[in-house]
C-alpha cells in the first residue's frame, strides 16, 4: 500500500465512478482498477462492490476510507511540520473567532502578528465559540478565540482578555445620568436583546426574576446593529465594553456599570493538545500571548 493508492481509493468511494476517479487522478481507468485490485489483495477483502457503472464502499471499504482520510491528514501536517522547521513562517494559518471579537479585539493582534510574519496568511472562520470548539476537535481549523471555560478535553486553553459587561444606553435616556445602575431598574427599560452567545445567555439569567414584565423590544443577530439601535433611543442593552469603545468615544452610546453584579466575559486561546502544531500557529499563540501579558 502507498499514500498514491488510498488516494485512487478515496476518489473511487467519493465520486462513485472508475472513470470519473481516473479523470481526477489523471490516471486511465485500467490504471485505477489497478490499484484498487492491489489494496484489495494487501487487505484480503473486497473495498468496493461494483454494480453495473455505480461503484459503492463495502463494510470492509468504509474501514479503510476512515483510516485513509486520517492517514493522508497526517502525510499533510508530517510534510507541512518538516518543511516548517527552520524556516520563517509560512502558509495558511486558520483562526476561529466570532464576529465581535473580530472586529473589536483581534485587528492589533493581526496587525501585529502580520507585520511580524508576512508569509503567513490569515484565513478566519467566524462563527459562535461552540462551533469553533467543534472545527477545533476535528481538526478544520488551527487555532479559537473562544469564550471560557472550554470544557472539551482535547483542547488546551490559555485566558488572553478579560472584558466586562456593562449596560449601554444613549445619552439621552434617564438612566445615563446615574453612575451605577441596578438589574430592577435596567428590567423597566425597552431592552434590545441579542439573538444568541454569551451576552444573551448573561442577560437571560440576569431578568429572569423580571420575566412578566420585561419589555423586549428586539432580538437582534450582530452586535453592530445593537449599538446602532441603542444610540437611535431604540432601548437599552448590556454590551462587552470594548465592542462599544468607539462609540463611546463618539458620544453616541454611555456605558454604565451594573449594581451589585461584577459580569465578565474571558477569552482564550485554544487548540488541539495532540496536534503537531505549524510555526504559524505557534508564534500567532506566542504572539497573542505577550500582547495579553502586556495588557
Given at each position: 500500500m502507498?499514500f498514491?493508492q488510498?488516494?485512487?481509493?478515496m476518489e473511487?468511494?467519493?465520486?462513485g465512478?472508475?472513470s470519473?476517479a481516473?479523470?481526477?487522478?489523471?490516471?486511465s481507468?485500467?490504471?485505477v482498477?489497478a490499484?484498487?485490485?492491489?489494496?484489495?489483495?494487501?487487505y484480503?477483502?473486497?473495498?468496493?462492490?461494483?454494480?453495473?457503472?455505480?461503484?459503492?464502499?463495502?463494510?470492509?471499504?468504509?474501514v479503510?476510507?476512515?483510516?485513509?482520510?486520517?492517514?493522508?491528514?497526517?502525510?499533510d501536517?508530517?510534510?507541512?511540520?518538516v518543511?516548517?522547521q527552520?524556516?520563517?513562517?509560512?502558509?495558511?494559518?486558520?483562526i476561529?473567532?466570532?464576529e465581535?471579537t473580530?472586529?473589536y479585539?483581534?485587528?492589533?493582534?493581526?496587525?501585529?502578528?502580520?507585520?511580524?510574519?508576512?508569509?503567513?496568511?490569515?484565513?478566519?472562520?467566524?462563527?459562535f465559540s461552540?462551533?469553533i470548539?467543534e472545527?477545533?476537535?476535528?481538526?478544520?481549523?488551527?487555532v479559537?478565540?473562544?469564550?471560557?471555560?472550554?470544557?472539551?478535553?482535547?483542547l488546551?486553553?490559555?485566558p488572553?482578555f478579560?472584558?466586562?459587561?456593562?449596560?449601554?444606553?444613549s445619552?439621552?435616556?434617564?438612566?445615563?445620568?446615574?453612575?451605577?445602575v441596578?438589574i430592577?431598574?435596567?428590567?423597566?427599560q425597552?431592552?434590545?436583546l441579542?439573538?444568541?452567545?454569551f451576552?444573551?445567555r448573561?442577560m437571560?439569567?440576569?431578568?429572569r426574576?423580571y420575566?412578566g414584565?420585561?419589555?423586549?423590544?428586539?432580538?437582534?443577530?450582530s452586535?453592530g446593529?445593537?449599538?446602532?439601535?441603542?444610540?437611535a433611543g431604540?432601548?437599552v442593552?448590556?454590551?462587552?465594553?470594548?465592542?462599544?469603545?468607539d462609540?463611546?468615544l463618539?458620544g453616541?452610546?454611555?456605558?454604565?456599570?451594573?449594581?451589585?453584579e461584577?459580569?465578565?466575559?474571558?477569552?482564550?486561546?485554544?487548540?488541539?493538545r495532540?496536534?503537531?502544531?505549524?510555526?504559524?500557529?505557534?508564534?500567532f499563540?506566542s504572539?497573542?500571548?505577550?500582547?495579553?501579558?502586556?495588557k
Amino acid at each position: 500500500m502507498d499514500f498514491d493508492q488510498l488516494v485512487t481509493f478515496m476518489e473511487v468511494a467519493k465520486l462513485g465512478s472508475f472513470s470519473r476517479a481516473g479523470q481526477k487522478v489523471f490516471r486511465s481507468q485500467s490504471a485505477v482498477s489497478a490499484q484498487i485490485r492491489q489494496l484489495e489483495q494487501e487487505y484480503g477483502d473486497r473495498l468496493l462492490d461494483r454494480s453495473g457503472k455505480d461503484v459503492s464502499l463495502t463494510p470492509a471499504g468504509r474501514v479503510l476510507f476512515a483510516y485513509a482520510e486520517r492517514l493522508l491528514q497526517m502525510k499533510d501536517e508530517s510534510l507541512l511540520a518538516v518543511a516548517d522547521q527552520g524556516s520563517a513562517p509560512r502558509g495558511t494559518l486558520v483562526i476561529g473567532a466570532n464576529e465581535a471579537t473580530c472586529l473589536y479585539v483581534l485587528p492589533d493582534v493581526f496587525a501585529k502578528y502580520s507585520h511580524l510574519y508576512p508569509g503567513v496568511q490569515i484565513s478566519i472562520y467566524r462563527n459562535f465559540s461552540y462551533k469553533i470548539i467543534e472545527k477545533l476537535e476535528n481538526g478544520s481549523i488551527d487555532v479559537g478565540i473562544v469564550t471560557l471555560p472550554v470544557k472539551s478535553p482535547s483542547l488546551k486553553s490559555y485566558p488572553i482578555f478579560r472584558d466586562q459587561l456593562m449596560l449601554m444606553v444613549s445619552p439621552q435616556n434617564a438612566l445615563a445620568q446615574h453612575e451605577v445602575v441596578p438589574i430592577s431598574e435596567i428590567a423597566k427599560q425597552p431592552l434590545l436583546l441579542p439573538k444568541t452567545g454569551f451576552s444573551r445567555r448573561v442577560m437571560d439569567k440576569l431578568f429572569r426574576p423580571y420575566a412578566g414584565k420585561l419589555q423586549v423590544r428586539m432580538e437582534l443577530p450582530s452586535v453592530g446593529m445593537i449599538k446602532s439601535f441603542v444610540a437611535a433611543g431604540l432601548g437599552v442593552s448590556l454590551i462587552s465594553a470594548s465592542f462599544a469603545r468607539d462609540q463611546v468615544l463618539a458620544g453616541r452610546v454611555k456605558l454604565i456599570p451594573i449594581k451589585d453584579e461584577e459580569l465578565w466575559r474571558e477569552l482564550g486561546l485554544a487548540y488541539r493538545r495532540d496536534r503537531t502544531l505549524t510555526r504559524a500557529t505557534t508564534t500567532f499563540i506566542s504572539t497573542v500571548r505577550q500582547l495579553a501579558a502586556s495588557k
